[in-house]
Structures are given as C-alpha cells and as structure tokens.
C-alpha cells in the first residue's frame, strides 16, 4: 500500500539510492526534506519511508477533501463511526515467521540521546473481555530482539493492560505499521471506551473512496490488510526503563518504568517499507495535531455560533498553539472563544482569536491581526496555574499560564479596523 501510495505522490517524493544508517542519518535527511516524502530503498537491507504525511494539502488531496475542511472530516467519522468488513486474506499474510530479530530490522534510532531504536508510527490493536476493539498509537522503544518497552498514558490500551496486569495476566496485541492516513488519523482521535478507532476509519475510507476499511481476523483481533508490517505480541505486566524519547515539542521525555512488551510473531507484504515517523517532525506534527482541531472547533461553536476554522499552529508543534477564526456577534465572543479553545483542547498553552477576514494558515496575516487589532491591556486572556500539557518543558508538573489573544474588531467602529482593498 506505501508503496502505491508514494508512487502516487510523484515527483514530490526524494528517493535516495545509496545505503543510509538506521542510526541517525535517516533523521539526517528528513529534516533536510521536512515537507517532501523521503523513500530510503537501502537502510541496511531495508525500505524505509519518512515524512510521507507531513503537509495539510497532500492529507487533504488523498482524502479528497479540501484543506480547510479537514477538520469536518475528522469530525464527521468521530460522530457518524461505521462498521469494518472482515474479509478472508491480506498482502501482509504472505510472508510469516517467528524467526527474526527487532534490532535487525530496519528501525530507527532518531537522536543520539534516544534510548533505543523506536517504533514511532506503531499503532496497537487490542480487544477486551466485551469485545471492544481499541486502535492507538504507541512509541515502542527496541530492547533485543524480541522484546521493548511500551509508553502507555492512561487511556484506553492502558485501562486493558491494568486490568490483565492486576491478574498478573498478558494482553495480546497486534502492532501495525505502514498505513494509510485515514488508518494513522483514526488511531490518532481521542473518543469515549467504547467507540473503535478502527469504525472510525472505516467511515473516513466510505467517505473518501466509496468502501468500507478491510480487515483480517488474526487470531481473534481485526487487523487493517493495508498493513505493510504486522506483529503478534503480548503487553506483560513487568515495567521496565523506558527513554529518553524526543517528543513533539523536539525536546527529549524523560525515563519512566513501563510494560514489556514480547513480540512473538511478524508478518509483512512483499519488499516491505517501514513507516519511519520523525519525533518533532511535521508528520509528528499532523497526526497528533490535526484529530484536536474538530475538539477545538466543537467547543468554540458551543459559545459561538460562527466558528470558520481552527488551526494548531507548526510554530506551537500542533498541540500548544492555534489560531481560531469567529465571526463576532457580542463584543466578549473573543474572549469566550479563548476560553472554550482551553476547554476543547486541555494541552493548549496559546491560542489567537481572529475575525473572518484573516486566513488563519498565513503566519503573518494571524501576526498582523494581532499587530492592528490587539491591545494587551484589554484584550489579553491569561488562566495562571492550569492543568496544561506534560511535553511542554517550560511547565511545572503539568502546570502552565495559558493565555489568549482576542485579536478580532470591536463591532463598534469596526470600519476603522478594516485592511485598504482596490
């Protein structure tokens, strides 16, 4: 699939030829190409693929969508999940083995404090006792050869493996790798226990190619057949060091005791490519971001009844900054929206609040609103001592002062604020 993908993206895509190292030259060459898809057709015996995501327009495009409606996109799967078709058989099914090593494949190693070589654009499949079937990312640090280290945050996988761990039990698992947006952006939402992830891409795949998302049944677990990778494993109950990892904001995480992992099976398509998802890139940047804007954009409308796009910003890695579009109807909307932007997104630090009139993905538009439109002693939002997020290492234990530009007209001599047209 990654490979029709690329193919498909054409002349944007750098191939490079010669044998490149898993250990910090692939890093190398995807911040040289931050925006471009980068094919490594040697990493020491491998295929690898970086930045293949890492812009709005080329998302948007694939799912045929325009971009400022990615976001309705995102929020109309979250709403309106649809059932997946199980089928009979997977390219990934044609090549099995038990026989092979994690510290051989072609894994990087990001940043030379990193603790291992990483999983980074893995996503988990789990089922519980009730059926439910959770999808979600994890970084997977490589310990040996068949074993690592899983960052779990209390969420849905984490709640699975508890109550197996509390019974001194394993949850089985599947780990994918190498799929297509729809699959990374549904993996990537927050929604209630309950909702699957994969329903949720299964209805961005109705929407944006006219069918269903396809799995396969492996050993009780659905799995995507647009897989290029696909390994059974089981999450143990022992904790063990886990970083230093470089997250979003392109600093280092720190250790932390977390679940083994034993990866006991692999599968794989012909001539394979591994997803490699650069930390602190604009691929990181899109797929965690980009599943928060419709949360944003839900939580203005709730104060605001015209609300025309919410963008997290490159700038604030797509989780601590955005920039939110209204139409005023009260002259306190502004300060509403700054607030309810909070509510939708509890990780956000900084956001900027904007009239209809400024395109919210032009930098120096949002810096120019701001310049003509704002005035700190009365326009200026700051919430001291909140809950923000724990990858902003300006934090303390999570604590943050959020603050919020109303950088919109007043409605009262709002002529005066307008830009000169011909």
Do not use: C
Not at 217 to 241: H, M, N, Q, R, Y
Request: aromatic share 10%.
């Amino acid at each position: 699939m990654l490979e029709e993908i690329l193919n498909s993206l054409g002349e944007s895509v750098v191939r490079i030829y010669e044998p490149v190292e898993k250990e910090l030259e692939i890093t190398r060459y995807l911040l040289k190409y931050r925006t471009r898809p980068v094919l490594f057709e040697d990493v020491e015996g491998g295929r690898v693929a970086g930045n293949i995501w890492s812009t709005r327009e080329r998302i948007a495009e694939f799912l045929g969508v325009k971009r400022e409606d990615l976001l309705h996109f995102i929020a109309d799967a979250m709403e309106s999940p649809s059932p997946y078709k199980t089928v009979e058989s997977a390219p990934f099914l044609e090549n099995s083995t038990r026989d092979f090593s994690l510290k051989e494949l072609p894994i990087p190693k990001y940043y030379p404090k990193d603790g291992g070589q990483y999983f980074t654009s893995a996503m988990v499949i789990a089922k519980d006792d009730d059926g439910f079937v959770n999808m979600s990312f994890h970084r997977i640090m490589v310990r040996d050869e068949k074993t690592a280290a899983i960052r779990l945050v209390p969420r849905h996988l984490y709640a699975m493996w508890k109550e197996k761990a509390e019974l001194g039990e394993e949850l089985e698992v599947r780990i994918v790798v190498g799929n297509p947006i729809h699959l990374l952006l549904a993996g990537a939402v927050s929604t209630a226990y309950g909702i699957s992830e994969l329903e949720i891409a299964s209805r961005m795949s109705e929407k944006a190619f006219g069918r269903p998302l396809e799995v396969v049944d492996l050993g009780g677990i659905p799995v995507p057949v647009e897989s290029e990778f696909v390994f059974e494993a089981k999450i143990t109950p022992e904790l063990v060091d886990e970083g230093p990892f470089v997250d979003i904001t392109g600093t280092y995480d720190y250790v932390r005791k977390q679940p083994l992992v034993v990866f006991e099976r692999m599968y794989h398509v012909d001539n394979p490519i591994f997803h490699a998802l650069l930390p602190g890139g604009y691929e990181h940047f899109m797929l965690m971001g980009l599943p928060k804007e419709p949360q944003i954009y839900a939580s203005v409308k709730k104060v605001v009844p015209k609300v025309h796009g919410v963008r997290l910003t490159e700038g604030g890695a797509m989780w601590l900054h955005a920039v939110v579009s209204i139409t005023k109807q009260h002259d306190g909307d502004g300060k509403n929206a700054i607030l309810a932007a909070f509510v939708g997104h509890p990780s956000l630090k900084h956001v900027v609040v904007v009239d209809d009139d400024i395109n919210i993905y032009d930098d120096r538009e949002v810096e120019w609103a701001i310049a003509t439109r704002f005035q700190a002693d009365r326009d200026l939002v700051i919430v001291p001592n909140a809950r923000g997020s724990s990858l902003d290492p300006s934090a303390t234990k999570s604590l943050t002062a959020k603050w919020g530009i109303d950088a919109t007209k007043p409605l009262e001599g709002k002529e005066e604020f307008e830009r000169a047209k011909v």
